[in-house]
């Protein structure tokens, strides 16, 4: 599963690659490449399910409070009510935080199925 998953991201990575390089412009070659890299994303976040899944919930419980340290962390360093948008005035989420609050979701999800209540 860990080989799987880092051909996947290496793969994924080569593709966001591809798709910031400033020469690449072809439009048909954009939608594949966007195309590919959308289904890239979605097997890796299977296989990060599936991983978590396999950890015991003593495992996810730890990581699930690494993750909040790390979003508490990250609000601090950009100005805390300002974490969840850029520097810029943007209101979206950053893509750090994002991610953060992503994982922190995936493991809530899996602890509640095993019946873990959390706050």
Known sequence: MTTDMSSVLRELEQVEDQLASSCY?????RLTLHSREEELRTRAARMAI???????TQHLLAKLGDLRRQLRAFERQTGGGQSRSSAYGNTSPTPNASRIEQKMARIERILAEQGIALR
Not at 25 to 29: G, K, R, S, T
Not at 50 to 56: G, L, M, P, T
């Open 25 to 29: 412009d072809p439009a048909a070659d």
């Open 50 to 56: 599936a991983v978590d899944s396999e950890c015991s």
